[in-house]
């Protein structure tokens, strides 16, 4: 498992409010290229953004789906980039006027998992911080609005 953390200057309900926008999602997460679409309820468990991963035109289609939320603290999702693999992932926001957001990643089916954990480390550990650090942005742009 990978656990990356970020302190960013905004409430907690104001990262979440991003969390909660899945249109949103490509402008975060590192890797997502495209949003398809999002279901109407998300992020009620079960509902899904249907999202392409990769540069253009080798992206893949495939989903990212709820599989736990707690707002504004807690959204846990389970995130398909088959043939890759899939990845279970974790984010809880504590703080009040500033928000620490813990970020950890595990590799939970497919080739990935082939991977051993040093070098899964290597790879995501990098890759999340910069989603949490364009999260945070989004964030304070909101927040500053």
Request: charged letters at 30%; a negative charge.
């Given at each position: 498992m990978v656990e990356v953390r970020f302190v960013v200057n905004a409430p907690v309900k104001q990262v979440f409010d991003v969390l909660a926008d899945g249109w949103l999602y490509a402008n975060w997460v590192v890797g997502a290229s495209?949003?398809?679409?999002?279901?109407?309820?998300?992020?009620?468990?079960?509902?899904?953004?249907?999202?392409?991963?990769?540069?253009?035109?080798?992206?893949?289609?495939?989903?990212?789906?709820?599989?736990?939320?707690?707002?504004?603290?807690?959204?846990?999702?389970?995130?398909?980039?088959?043939?890759?693999?899939?990845?279970?992932?974790?984010?809880?926001?504590?703080?009040?006027?500033?928000?620490?957001?813990?970020m950890t990643e595990e590799v939970s089916g497919g080739p990935g998992r082939l991977l051993p954990s040093p070098l899964q480390g290597l790879l995501l550990s990098p890759r999340n911080t910069e989603s949490l650090s364009r999260l945070a942005d989004l964030a304070v742009g909101r927040f500053r609005g």
């Open positions: 495209h949003i398809r679409d999002v279901d109407s309820d998300w992020p009620q468990v079960g509902s899904r953004i249907h999202h392409s991963v990769g540069p253009w035109p080798l992206t893949i289609d495939d989903t990212t789906e709820v599989v736990a939320v707690d707002p504004p603290r807690l959204l846990e999702l389970k995130a398909r980039a088959w043939p890759a693999g899939t990845a279970s992932i974790r984010l809880e926001l504590t703080g009040d006027e500033a928000t620490e957001i813990r």
